[in-house]
């Protein structure tokens, strides 16, 4: 009976989603749409400062980030978040959102990747935005590499809301 009981929880854990697919998943997706404009990314290590920009595509249904010359597509599967960073390394690392994410602290952590035969070779591993108010937040961007991890951290400060950036 026991193995039993415990073989039943095990499929149930098995087959659980990944990733939060609530109610605060729909209010973090429109919490993400409120980032469109230009924003300045300034990191913590005191290096240059880089210029991103966050807009809406796809009759509003995907969040796009260009941080420098990298592209990070945020869009709905479903009743989950999932985030797809196209590397300038050439990895494609997917990201779901977290089950700690909030409207005010979002959180997306690896799922897998595309283009990475390796997942001991360095990929963004988890993603997380702070949101402080509607002109300035916290960007973390977690790097796997091997077993270690190094967090990049970034203060992102609004420059400028756009009405239409990129269509």
């Not at 909030?102 to 702070?130: G, R």
């Amino acid at each position: 009976m026991r193995f039993l009981q415990w073989l039943i929880c095990y499929c149930m854990i098995s087959v659980a989603p990944i990733g939060r697919a609530d109610g605060v998943a729909d209010a973090v997706f429109q919490r993400l749409a409120t980032l469109k404009g230009k924003w300045e990314a300034i990191p913590s290590d005191g290096e240059k400062s880089t210029p991103v920009t966050y807009d809406l595509a796809s009759k509003d249904s995907v969040v796009t980030e260009f941080f420098g010359s990298e592209l990070t597509v945020i869009y709905r599967d479903g009743p989950a978040i999932v985030l797809t960073h196209y590397c300038n390394s050439g990895s494609h690392p997917r990201l779901r959102l977290s089950n700690e994410s909030t409207p005010q602290h979002v959180v997306f952590e690896f799922m897998d990747a595309t283009n990475l035969p390796d997942t001991a070779k360095a990929h963004v591993h988890k993603v997380s935005y702070e949101f402080e108010d509607a002109t300035n937040m916290v960007g973390e961007w977690t790097w796997k590499i091997g077993e270690k991890f190094e967090v990049e951290r970034y203060k992102m400060k609004r420059l400028a809301v756009s009405q239409n950036i990129v269509k």
